[in-house]
T-cell receptor, first 111, second 110 residues
């Protein structure tokens, strides 16, 4: 089944403790992206990648890192999480000219 | 700056009562306009892509249309299982980012 898989689905962590949210797609898509969704603010892009080793900032990149060492994987790294990064995170992938396929989401709480 | 505004914020209908959701947009050269459905706690599910004014696409009880300034998602004879938040997004030419609207939360009462 064609899909984008994120892990974990739920995560509660403490301020400053480094964490990684994994994302993997099995559709051989070139483009991958991370979004966060917050009430009243909608979905906003954090980072995106156009292919292996090619990444760029989206609208809200502060406090996040990404890497794209393999085409299928695009992990999101929070080096020192803060409470304002509490949010619902989505990974998405697409091929040229197509709509993005989204993962099921990761609900992150930073206390 | 690319912008998407959806209306209404919330809509409650009776089963079988047809209606339309609106998506107004401004974009510096449209590459595509996307409609997604999102159920609570889940990721957006792709519905349609529209590329140029005058284009229409249909899927079951849903029909999406596009003009140069807005898109409509028409829902004909909806059922309770159509209840969800419907998201509209635009992608500008040369960009990979999707710019989303706030969504319309649709509730269909049996």
């Amino acid at each position: 089944e064609a899909q984008v898989t994120q892990n974990p689905r739920y995560l509660i962590t403490v301020t400053g403790k480094k964490l990684t949210v994994t994302c993997s797609q099995n559709m051989n898509h070139e483009y991958m992206s991370w979004y966060r969704q917050d009430p009243g603010l909608g979905l906003r892009q954090i980072y995106y990648s156009m292919n292996v080793e090619v990444t760029d900032k989206g609208d809200v990149p502060e406090g996040y890192k990404v890497s794209r060492k393999e085409k299928r994987n695009f992990p999101l790294i929070l080096e020192s999480p803060s409470p304002n990064q509490t949010s619902l995170y989505f990974c998405a992938s697409s091929s040229t000219g197509r709509g993005y396929t989204f993962g099921s989401g990761t609900r992150l709480t930073v206390v | 700056e690319d912008q998407v505004t959806q209306s209404p914020e919330a809509l409650r209908l009776q089963e079988g009562e047809s209606s339309s959701l609106n998506c107004s947009y401004t974009v510096s050269g449209l590459r595509g306009l996307f409609w997604y459905r999102q159920d609570p706690g889940k990721g957006p599910e792709f519905l349609f892509t529209l590329y140029s004014a005058g284009e229409e696409k249909e899927k079951e009880r849903l029909k999406a249309t596009l003009t140069k300034k807005e898109s409509f998602l028409h829902i004909t004879a909806p059922k309770p299982e159509d209840s969800a938040t419907y998201l509209c997004a635009v992608q500008a030419k040369g960009a990979q980012k999707l710019v989303f609207g706030q969504g319309t939360r649709l509730t269909i009462n049996p």
